[in-house]
């Protein structure tokens, strides 16, 4: 994957106040309270549902770190059948459903409630909301890299 972009442009370039709320956000945001390997899985399936090679191909190291590996992504394919964890299945099913299946959020909402607490509810909702805009406005404006390979940071 080639990190340079098919645009000279940046979001600060074109908005500079909302890519400084966006990096204020990132700071809020993180290390945040639902662990980064769940997390991690969320990203990586709202990539995929955008078809966003970034997001589909980025990998984040200290998700890596805490047991985060490429046999979890590509379990991804059949969640319901997959090694993931109950609460990981459930966190993955409900970003499917809230990206691409609204009416099913309902349920996948109550059965995300099973596992985790309000906070890490609200902590994987915004991560939904971050992304896929994010993913959208990166396939959209031609700034993804030519390639499709896996990168680490």
Do not use: W
Not at 89 to 106: E, I, M, T, Y
């Amino acid at each position: 994957m080639s990190s340079s972009p098919r645009t000279t442009r940046s979001l600060a370039d074109v908005a500079p106040r909302l890519a400084a709320a966006q990096a204020n956000f990132q700071r809020v945001a993180y290390p945040g309270v639902v662990d980064l390997v769940t997390r991690e899985l969320v990203r990586i399936t709202s990539g995929r549902l955008s078809h966003c090679s970034i997001c589909r191909n980025l990998r984040l190291q200290a998700a890596i770190d805490r047991g985060f590996d490429e046999s979890m992504v590509a379990q991804l394919d059949d969640v319901d059948h997959s090694d993931l964890t109950d609460a990981q299945r459930s966190a993955v099913r409900f970003a499917q459903a809230f990206l691409s299946d609204p009416a099913r959020g309902r349920s996948e909402l109550f059965a995300l409630r099973q596992h985790f607490d309000d906070e890490q509810v609200a902590e994987l909702v915004l991560d939904l909301i971050r992304f896929r805009p994010g993913s959208k406005l990166t396939v959209a404006s031609g700034a993804e890299p030519v390639h499709d390979e896996l990168v680490v940071i």
